[in-house]
């Protein structure tokens, strides 16, 4: 199984790609085209199956290349956004709505696991949240006493299962986690069992709208009457891109000397925080553990942040072997709270954005909340979530702050590339963004010399791509388009890839 990066994560260990057994009526005119093949798509598509909707799903590359497939796969009632700055911003009352859907988000993926039978590990296991200093630990009674009166279970631990000093501990009961892979492919089989259509390697273009949509693909016209866009964030240039900033999470798994693997998922409250858990493959333990994240295409040098991240676990831990390590993207919305619904402006095109660090639970509440809506049932979480909320108090400073950066972003690195005497100074593996006479060009030399050079602007935006030295991918600081060495869209929200750039182009001749 493929994913959307060069280093390979947990859930790729043994598992094949997912093949696909329904055949695609090309004439038929389907009820839901489900755009993207991981958390939120395929939960959605089981969902609308199950209701009589028939689907169609159309994944880009594989089930399972997009954030599913880098996810440390916790299942959290507990949030990025904790509930005492919910109850701030959108009061007592929705903290509570945020709580109960975060808890039926659980409910659901543990329903669908024993409903089909799907092998991946579910399991319920305490959360604890650690502070180490003075301030966090007052920090931390707030976020306990909230998260109490907004219905979850919240006590004070004098222990956490990790090697940690600490001087305040709150635990949080009846959290969950997944094999994320096992559990998307189970899900992909529940889907055709179901009746629904799944075509992978099918990149999704151009849509019209008539008496039902017409879309373009790489594999030919798809015909539905509405759309579900699950691609983590929708393609083409819409309101929600200014409402949602990208980022970069890092994980590695590793094993431990001792073999002493803490039983819980565990958080502590740096910014950004970081988190461990224990998952077993193949009959041997390991601890997923995360952190350092950062804004997308902000980091100088990705392979650093691994460094960073292994001598801060190194520090902890009495580690063995670190057999594993990626990163994965994910979207900040600007209040904290995702956004699920119709996609502003449209009609019958329906979203899941803006999930934070939060991706399996929100993704799974996404594909209910959007299955609900299809079928005709009201959603009591949809005014909530509706990605057509305005609130100038929640996440305003955020949501200026960070359209300000795409701003600087866009004008500061169209004019400021780093100057390259000759192309020979590129070792291989390396990238350059630079000045070619009167061309912007980015350069990559692979592993046999070879050099690849694209126009750097990304076809989305007009922001330029930087380049990520870990994962061997252009990624765009603006709003998250990620591509290959090559200029092969990776991820949206761009619908096409960088152009490649040939020499006799740039030489002039």
Not at 245 to 272: E, V, W
């Amino acid at each position: 199984m493929k994913r959307d990066g060069a280093l390979k994560s947990i859930w790729q260990e043994n598992i094949p790609d997912y093949q696909s057994v329904n055949n695609w009526n090309k004439d038929e005119v389907f009820d839901v085209l489900i755009v993207g093949g991981g958390i939120t798509g395929l939960t959605a598509g089981v969902l609308l199956q199950s209701e009589g909707k028939k689907c169609i799903l159309a994944e880009a590359y594989n089930i399972g290349f997009g954030t599913t497939g880098g996810t440390t796969a916790h299942l959290n009632t507990i949030l990025d956004t904790s509930y005492d700055s919910i109850e701030k911003d959108f009061g007592a009352e929705d903290a509570k709505m945020v709580a109960s859907a975060s808890r039926e988000a659980i409910d659901l993926v543990e329903g669908l696991v024993t409903r089909y039978g799907i092998d991946c590990d579910f399991s319920y296991l305490p959360a604890y949240i650690y502070a180490d200093t003075a301030e966090q630990s007052d920090r931390l009674d707030e976020i306990r006493e909230a998260s109490t009166r907004a219905g979850v279970v919240a006590s004070c631990s004098e222990h956490i299962p990790v090697p940690m000093a600490f001087k305040n501990a709150c635990r949080f009961d009846m959290q969950a986690q997944i094999h994320a892979t096992k559990y998307l492919h189970g899900l992909a089989k529940a889907y055709e069992t179901e009746g629904g259509v799944l075509i992978q390697h099918c990149i999704v273009g151009n849509v019209e709208n008539g008496q039902h949509f017409t879309v373009d693909s790489s594999l030919g016209e798809i015909k539905a009457h509405k759309i579900i866009y699950a691609t983590h964030i929708p393609p083409g240039i819409n309101l929600l891109h200014f409402r949602c900033a990208p980022y970069r999470s890092y994980a590695c798994a590793f094993t431990l000397k001792s073999g002493d693997y803490p039983a819980g998922l565990i958080y502590d409250m740096s910014d950004p925080y970081n988190y461990f858990r224990t998952q077993t493959i193949n009959g041997r333990q390991y601890i997923v553990a995360g952190g350092f994240d950062h804004k997308t295409g902000h980091e100088a040098n990705t392979e650093q942040v691994f460094r960073e991240l292994e001598a801060y676990l190194r520090g902890h831990f009495d580690i063995d072997s670190i057999d594993y390590k990626w990163s994965s993207q994910y979207f900040n919305s600007a209040d904290g709270l995702p956004y699920i619904g119709e996609l502003p402006g449209a009609e019958n095109i329906y979203v899941g954005t803006g999930y934070c660090g939060n991706g399996i639970t929100f993704g799974s509440l996404a594909g209910k909340m959007i299955c609900e809506m299809i079928t005709g049932h009201e959603s009591k979480y949809a005014e909530l979530f509706d990605p057509s909320r305005i609130k100038i108090v929640a996440g305003f400073a955020d949501f200026v702050k960070e359209n300000a950066d795409v701003i600087s972003k866009f004008i500061g690195m169209r004019f400021d590339y780093e100057k390259v005497s000759a192309l020979a100074e590129l070792a291989p593996g390396e990238a350059t963004l630079a000045d070619w006479e009167d061309h912007k060009v980015a350069l990559y030399k692979d592993e046999n010399g070879r050099i690849h050079a694209l126009d750097p602007v990304c076809p989305h935006a007009k922001c330029i791509v930087d380049w990520n030295s870990a994962e061997k991918s252009w990624d765009c600081p603006c709003h998250g388009s990620r591509f290959a060495y090559n200029g092969a869209l990776l991820t949206g929200p761009a619908r096409k890839g960088l152009t490649q750039v040939k020499w006799e182009d740039i030489e002039g001749d």
